[in-house]
Each structure stands twice: as C-alpha cells, then as structure tokens.
Nanobody
Framework: VQLVESGGGSVQAGGSLKLSCAAS????????LAWFRKTPGDERELVAN???????AYQDVVQGRFTISRDDIGNTFDLQMNDLKTEDTALYYC????????????WGHGTQVTVSS
C-alpha cells in the first residue's frame, strides 16, 4: 500500500495550493479518504474527508475555503485550498480506509504547506 502526497509548498496569505494524493495497493473506491494536518506541538487534526459516495465533510475553520475531491478511476484524491491563512501552515497528510477500530489504516508521509503573511 502506498499513499504519496504532492503539491505542498510556500504561498502568501490569500493564495491557493492544491494537494494531491496518489494511492495504490488497495481497493480505492471502497475507502473513505481524508486529509489531516499537524503543526509542531499540536495534535494531528482532521481537515476534510470524503465518503465512498463522494460526500465531503470539513473542519469548520476550512469550510468554504478548502475542497476535497476523489477520482476513483485514477486512484487519486485532492485538496484544493483557497484563501490560505497563516494558520493553515502545517504538514498535511492524506489518509485512506477508515477502520472498525476508529482510525485510518493507510497514511502518506506528508507534504509541507507554508503560508506567509
């Protein structure tokens, strides 16, 4: 199983970035997918997830600015981030396949997003 993030980088506040996650090694279309983020000293937090039916859900602070999407043909999912704020600076992780134990089974290694004022 592999999840590989791409698209991170540095941007000024108000700008946009698009993160992508390429998946392999599991039945992608049967899995819930998610993006998390973590800053030093803080817990990892859920940013957005998307169900197998394509229904998205967002953390309140990104609602209206971020959009999660999935491509079950290409086995990829994206996080479009608009109107970025300095507080969005974090290491972003993609995750896949919610398990019965209450956690995601598969994780990427993370991609850094830095938003400057």
């Amino acid at each position: 199983v592999q999840l590989v993030e791409s698209g991170g980088g540095s941007v000024q506040a108000g700008g946009s970035l698009k993160l992508s996650c390429a998946a392999s090694g599991f039945i992608f279309s049967t899995c819930r997918l998610a993006w998390f983020r973590k800053t030093p000293g803080d817990e990892r937090e859920l940013v957005a997830n998307i169900s197998t039916q394509g229904i998205p859900a967002y953390q309140d602070v990104v609602q209206g600015r971020f959009t999660i999407s999935r491509d079950d043909i290409g086995n990829t999912f994206d996080l479009q981030m608009n109107d970025l704020k300095t507080e969005d600076t974090a290491l972003y992780y993609c995750a896949a396949c919610w398990s019965v134990w209450g956690e995601y089974k598969y994780w990427g290694h993370g991609t850094q997003v830095t938003v400057s004022s």
